[in-house]
């Protein structure tokens, strides 16, 4: 890539050297705060900030998450850069500065600046701090216990100016360049769902029976089981109750805080993170989880979290830990109940008092028909599945790091253009 003739000390470190030409100045006037009355507030667009990107909501499909008034919420035009600059000692992973392109209402929870020097191009002065942000530049910058950060603070900060001329350039050549780099992201991530679904369709056919050559030479009866249709002839139906049992086990000092995710992984918590969640002063009520329990929990059943510990340990009484009464493969079964899961079936059984949540309990459980294969085909069908579902999981692996690739090469295209590391013009 082409680079400038002649370069000179920005003065800035996150910037560092920058065309001679380029003026270092301080950041630009915020613009006045416009509120909207209540009676105006359904003909507006109503947009939010997330993750760098301004996005618009349905006013009237906000699923109760709206304020009764709209008073405090300020009016926000075209050319507009919205930044969230609250609560800066958490969550530096989401990105703080969006550009606004259609007019709208905003909440007031978010600093909005506006350009008011012609010599000034709002898409440029957005890439310029966008930059900033990526490199988490705000952090540190907060102040109060929360590390909230205001205009006053914000003014200081100084930024790369080249001539309009150059800015428009600037700004044109990313938005040619990112918006490449973003379609082939959504492709990838496109790609990935539709391996989801593969991956989805693959346990479920093996769970019930028709998962190779033997399929069409079986025999088929109805399972009398609304989600999982034909089966097998050979195999048999029993309910839950009489396949598996509740245990009520006893803490020992030993354990650890077990936790069953909602993608069918149960490990202990220091295994996956151990930031984020909510922890009891006093353990009531824990019990003790043992390796190879089929562990369901009874308010996230419906949203698939249902699997097999890989680890001794403890969890809340919200699971249910059981153990097989006959030969049954646990690993078998917690597919077969995840396949429940998604196909909306434990959904349907009961409305929880929490929103999109299904009290699983074990006497609702226990009522329910599960098809029983031949304990030799279970353990082959868990093989299946696990070569399966292996091979594609490293699929998504492969291409999750190929988006991430594109991600980082925009992120560090923007810095270096916005810079004048690089030349576009």
């Not at 100045?25 to 760098?52: C, D, E, M, P």
């Not at 936790?259 to 984020?276: A, H, I, M, P, Q």
């Not at 074990?362 to 696990?386: C, D, H, M, T």
Request: glycine share 6%; charged share 30%.
């Amino acid at each position: 890539m082409k680079t400038y003739a002649r370069y000179k000390d920005s003065g800035i470190s996150w910037i560092g050297d920058v065309p001679e030409h380029w003026n270092i100045r301080y950041l630009f006037q915020k613009a006045g705060k416009h509120y909207i009355s209540n009676k105006n507030v359904h003909h507006q667009n109503l947009l939010s900030l997330s993750y760098g990107r301004i996005i618009q909501k349905d006013i009237n499909k906000t699923e109760g998450l709206l304020p009764e008034s709209f008073d405090t919420y300020q009016i926000v035009e075209n050319g507009n850069i919205i930044l969230r600059l609250t609560d800066l000692q958490n969550d530096h992973k989401s990105l703080r500065v969006g550009l606004v392109t259609q007019e709208g209402i905003i909440t007031s929870a978010y600093e909005c600046l506006e350009v008011i020097d012609y010599s000034l191009f709002p898409e440029y002065l957005y890439y310029q701090l966008h930059s900033f942000d990526i490199k988490k530049m705000f952090y540190g910058m907060g102040g109060g216990l929360r590390q909230n950060l205001n205009y006053n603070e914000l003014k200081k900060i100084r930024i790369a100016i080249p001539p309009l001329s150059e800015q428009k350039a600037i700004a044109e050549y990313l938005d040619k360049k990112t918006a490449q780099i973003n379609e082939l992201v959504s492709a990838k991530q496109k790609q990935i769902e539709l391996l989801k679904e593969y991956k989805q369709s693959v346990i479920a056919n093996a769970v019930t029976g028709k998962l190779d050559e033997r399929r069409e030479k079986r025999k088929w009866k109805d399972s009398g089981i609304s989600w999982i249709g034909k089966i097998p002839e050979n195999w048999e139906i029993k309910r839950a109750k009489y396949m598996f049992k509740k245990e009520k086990r006893e803490v020992r000092d030993s354990d650890d805080v077990v936790t069953c995710f909602r993608d069918g992984e149960v490990t202990l918590r220091k295994n996956r993170r151990t930031s984020g969640f909510t922890e009891s002063i006093t353990e009531i009520g824990y019990q003790g989880i043992r390796k190879n329990d089929l562990v369901i929990h009874q308010m996230d059943a419906f949203a698939g979290a249902i699997g097999v510990s890989d680890s001794d340990g403890k969890g809340t009484s919200v699971y249910h830990c059981c153990t097989p009464l006959g030969d049954y493969d646990v690993r078998y079964y917690a597919s077969l109940l995840r396949i429940m899961a998604k196909k909306g079936f434990i959904q349907s059984l009961y409305r929880g008092i929490r929103e999109r949540s299904s009290d699983f309990n074990f006497q609702v459980f226990g009522k329910q028909y599960l098809v029983v294969p031949p304990l030799s085909e279970q353990k082959e069908i868990v093989a299946y599945i696990e070569k399966k579902v292996s091979s594609i999981d490293s699929q998504i692996t492969s291409i999750e790091n190929q988006i991430a690739n594109l991600n980082e090469y925009k992120q560090s295209l923007i810095s270096d253009v916005v810079t004048g590391k690089v030349k576009v013009c």
